[in-house]
Nanobody, 127 residues
Framework: QVQLVESGGGLVQAGGSLRLSCAASGRTFTSYAMAWFRQAPGKEREVVAVISWSGGSTYYGGSVKGRFTISRDNAKNTVILQMNNLKPEDTAVYYC????????????????????WGQGTQVTVSS
């Protein structure tokens, strides 16, 4: 059974940084793209960043470009989201997600395209 466990959330002041980690287990994740989504109260879940299995392809949501960086360590089945220059509007529950892809370089940006999800970790940015 696939499990995704997020960690690293918390409370930070605007301009600060947080590092989220997602540990995947339960199967071999070869050819699995991994992504971070977030959902604020009253809003739809939105994509934050996506990385292909190979790590060679990444995608960032428009509001986080230049501030967030996604990376992965396939040997440890871990994906990291480094978040810098955080803003109050980044406040949300952050979710890790993964899905199989036909090749190692594909990625997807819609929540409905992902099969496996973590429980989420709260990120709160104070002004």
């Amino acid at each position: 059974q696939v499990q995704l466990v997020e960690s690293g959330g918390g409370l930070v002041q605007a301009g600060g940084s947080l590092r989220l980690s997602c540990a995947a287990s339960g199967r071999t994740f070869t050819s699995y793209a991994m992504a971070w989504f977030r959902q604020a109260p009253g809003k739809e879940r939105e994509v934050v960043a996506v990385i292909s299995w190979s790590g060679g392809s990444t995608y960032y949501g428009g509001s986080v470009k230049g501030r967030f960086t996604i990376s992965r360590d396939n040997a440890k089945n871990t994906v990291i989201l480094q978040m810098n220059n955080l803003k109050p509007e980044d406040t949300a529950v952050y979710y890790c997600a993964t899905r199989y892809t036909q090749n190692g370089s594909s990625w997807y940006t819609r929540a409905k395209e992902y099969i496996y999800w973590g429980q989420g970790t709260q990120v709160t940015v104070s002004s």
